[in-house]
């Protein structure tokens, strides 16, 4: 079946540090990728997506690019902010299926 | 922005209690979904509905039960709350086409039963 993994956290970064969250996936022929943000106490907020193969998905400096061929879709930031903090998901969409899959998600904690 | 919307935000309840937290959006969406999900922690999909009168259990087994007779509206009802149902539950939808191929989410619903 379909699934998604991600890096464990807590990620714990420095103000203005890189950030890199990984991803991979495995599903059945070209899924749909997703990177969903949930800040505390909130639900989840669409980050960006990417649809095919070699597709950058961008938004609010996060950028992700969707590679077949290692099967990832690996989030990145160049300067993080404390507004940053929050968990990531990485999720998928099949083709052939009616639901998405979630990762179990990664936290999150840019310090001043 | 999404326009899906949860009641209530945060509800503390005794053990026995029956509770039911609602769920609405106003974009048209044939499909909904409730999720489980510990503070920060995976989603666990506790049922899922892909039109009216349809609804189907998810991947993780819950006592709630629901219900889709309008489009807009897919509440959740516990008939007897517990202490192992305390979490926060989250609503989401999608449509149909392109528009299917993004999830939206609600706030969430904060339980606590004591």
């Known amino acids: 079946g379909n699934s998604v993994t991600q890096m464990e956290g807590p990620v714990t970064l420095s103000e203005e540090a890189f950030l890199t969250i990984n991803c991979t996936y495995t599903a059945t022929g070209y899924p749909s990728l997703f990177w969903y943000v949930q800040y505390p106490g909130e639900g989840l907020q669409l980050l960006l997506k990417a649809t095919k193969a070699d597709d950058k998905g961008s938004n609010k400096g996060f950028e992700a690019t969707y590679r077949k061929e290692t099967t990832s879709f690996h989030l990145e930031k160049g300067s993080v902010q404390v507004s940053d903090s929050a968990v990531y998901f990485c999720a998928l969409k099949d083709n052939y299926g009616q639901n998405f899959v979630f990762g179990p998600g990664t936290r999150l904690s840019v310090l001043p | ?114």
Request: include cysteine; charged fraction near 20%; charge should be negative.
């Open chain 2, 1 to 114: 922005e999404a326009d899906i919307y949860q009641t209530p935000r945060y509800l503390v309840i005794g053990t026995g209690k029956k509770i039911t937290l609602e769920c609405s959006q106003t974009m048209g969406h044939d499909k909904m979904y409730w999720y489980q999900q510990d503070p920060g922690m995976e989603l666990h999909l506790i049922h899922y509905s892909y039109g009216v009168n349809s609804t189907e259990k998810g991947d993780l087994s819950s006592e709630s039960t629901v219900s889709r007779i309008r489009t807009e509206h897919f509440p959740l009802t516990l008939e007897s709350a517990r202490p192992s149902h305390t979490s926060q539950y989250l609503c989401a939808s999608t449509g149909q086409g392109g528009s299917g191929n993004t999830i939206y989410f609600g706030e969430g619903s904060w339980l606590t039963v004591v």
